[in-house]
Structures are given as C-alpha cells and as structure tokens.
Antibody, heavy 116, light 110 residues
C-alpha cells in the first residue's frame, strides 16, 4: 500500500523558514515525481511544484519560484518542501502527492500557520 | 499558468445527475489527455476520482465518469448520494512538467 506521511503542524513567525517532510513507502521512491500542493484556508488547491527523486530535477509554478525549495532524499525515501521569508498569506495546508501523470496518493497534509 | 475555470457551486437532489465543467486552453486541457478529478471532503486530503480524462481508479464508484471535448473537461456524477457532497477539483498537465488545478466546485446534495 502506498503511503505518504507528512511531518506535523508548524507555527512560524513572519520572515522565518519552514521545512516540511513527506516520507513515502509502498513503492519505489524514484519511480514517480513528488508534488507539493498548497491549500489556503477556505480556498482551492494550488500546484506548487515537483521533484523527480531519480535525478533531483525540480519544476516550480511561477508563483512559487524563488521562495520554495523542493528536495528529495533517496536514502530515506523522503521529500522535503521549504518555504522561506514566510508571510501571513503563506498560512495554509500543504500536501505532498505522487502518482504516474496524476496524483494517485496524497499525504495527510501539514498545516503551517504564520503569525507574529 | 492560469487556473482552470470551474463553476463555484453545483447542486442536485439524491438520485439525480450533475455535471461539473472545467475550462482550460489548448496549452493544458485541450493539449493532453491528462485531466484528472479530485474529491475533497472537509478536513480531508483530496482523493483521485478520474484520471487521463475518463479513466476511473479501482475502487471508485462507476457513478463517476469523465469526458472531454476540446478545451473543456467534464465530471458527471449520476445517482447522486449524500456522501457525494464535497468539493471537486479538476487538474491538467500543462507542459514542461507543470500541472494546474481548477478553482474547485462545491457540490451540494439537496
């Protein structure tokens, strides 16, 4: 069974950096991209970017280019998503997801709250 | 990329059928057979309901079907049930290893 388990909720101050993890099991980590999706409170899903664990290549949505870094660690089958220079508008649920050309499997989500 | 366009809300009575549209461009929806649909209940992670425009994952009810014509994809739910009440999102591959979601549609079962 494919499982994606994310790290726990975070509370950060404006200007700080947050790094969320997504540990996968149940399939070969390097077979599929790991995607990250943001969902602000009461809002829709927004694709942020992906990492290809096979070669560490990344792609980011234009909105997230520059402040977001997505990485993968094949030694632990874990993907990471880091957001720097946090602002209140970054308060959101963040999901990791994987699959072949779609998002078959999802993590449980990690809530990041940015507040002074 | 711009988000795909979905109606904000749709509603239907139990047993009826509803259709949710998802309008994109030739650079996403119309350019690839890679539209997928996701169901999200409050406080839950999204769940894949349709992939590659019209394919249904194992375990998903055959009451859910997907189709596409040009730059518009559609999700149809037949025989509406109370448990279908949720938010629904379309998503499309948009070239160069990027994806784009629709704004989401809230389905209310009356």
């Amino acid at each position: 069974e494919v499982q994606l388990v994310q790290s726990g909720a975070e509370v950060k101050k404006p200007g700080a950096t947050v790094k969320i993890s997504c540990k996968v099991s149940g399939y070969t980590f390097t077979d599929y991209y790991i995607h990250w999706v943001q969902q602000a409170p009461g809002k829709g899903l927004e694709w942020m970017g992906l990492v290809d664990p096979e070669d560490d290549e990344t792609t980011y949505a234009e909105k997230f280019q520059g402040r977001v870094t997505i990485t993968a660690d094949t030694s632990t089958d874990t993907a990471y998503m880091e957001v720097s220079s946090l602002r209140s508008e970054d308060t959101a649920m963040f999901y990791c997801a994987t699959g072949f050309r779609n998002f078959d499997s999802w993590g449980q989500g990690t809530l990041v709250t940015v507040s002074s | 990329q711009s988000a795909l366009t979905q109606p904000a809300s749709v509603s239907g009575s139990p047993g009826q059928s509803i259709t949710i549209s998802c309008i994109g461009t030739s650079n996403d929806v119309g350019g690839y057979s890679l539209v997928s649909w996701y169901q999200q209940h409050p406080g839950k992670a999204p769940k894949l309901m349709i992939y590659e425009d019209s394919k249904r994952p194992s375990g998903v009810s055959n009451r859910f079907s997907g189709s596409k014509s040009g730059n518009t994809a559609s999700l149809t739910i037949s025989g509406l049930q109370a448990e279908d009440e949720a938010d629904y999102y379309c998503c499309s591959y948009a070239s160069s290893r990027s994806w784009v979601f629709g704004g989401g549609t809230k389905l209310t079962v009356l």
